[in-house]
């Protein structure tokens, strides 16, 4: 049969997906055991659950961080707008119609982005500087310039690993940048100020809404870098040639990540026994 598919032509046309249906079940499989596993462990309701996700890989300083009345949000300002400029890059190369775009942007671009790092490195540094006595530090730092640099940070992020990880992840992939101009990159900046804008109108629902999306957007980036290390450990990367061919890498990936959160959440909880997050009396 398979021969007088070739003769005739038409197994040129067949597309025969990379996983088998065993693979993809058993991919499915484990990560609705590890998901159940953290959910159910988890506080309830859904900003208890991106507490549980921001527990795992933000020190929730509850001074460094906005509040939802007596609530504080999943992740500090700095996170918080680490993982909002993740999602608005990832977002803004999807409306470009470059999600197959596997090169990072030009060289000039890309020592702008670098720059974004750079700042919230330096804003990083700074306040850490804060926390430790007779310490000397440059300036006073404030949760919106934590928030600023933060998002700037996300925004770079986004922008140099997720074609890296189109290339991986696609047969396909498309050799173009997926930022190509500075006008795109001010597009960008000019939504990213819009979202700090909204964070800081200290509007209820909108810090509800956005400290559920920076949660995810933690979740997205660590199930990504988890399922570009399958991909490559396991030696099928650049397979995908349909969204079928998607599920096992991502849902491996989305595995290791909740494995990840869960076992942090635990060692975490096992010492701390509270769900909140660290109080730094006179931390600015």
Known sequence: MTSELANTGVADSVEIPFYSQRAITLALLSLAIIFGAWFFNAPPGL???????????????????????????????????????VVLGAAALLIMRRGRAGNIPPLRIVVVLILFIVIMGVDGVNSYMTLIPRLPFLYQPQN????????LNGVAIANLFFPMFTQTLWDDWRDEAGLQSFRELGLIVLAAAVLIILVLSGNEIVLYLFGLISAAGVMVLLACTMSMSFMLMTRSENKAKSWRDVIVPFSTGLT????VILLIDVVRFTFTGTWGGFVIPGAF
């Not at 549980?52 to 992740?75: E, K, M, T, W």
Request: glycine content about 12%; charged content about 15%.
């Open 256 to 259: 290791i990540a909740f494995s």
């Open 47 to 85: 900003l208890g659950k991106a507490d549980a996700i921001g527990y795992a890989i933000c020190h929730r300083i509850d001074s460094r961080s906005f509040q939802i009345g007596n609530l504080q949000l999943p992740l500090c300002a700095r996170c918080t707008g680490i993982y909002l400029g």
């Open 144 to 151: 919106w310039l934590r928030l600023v640099t933060g998002t």
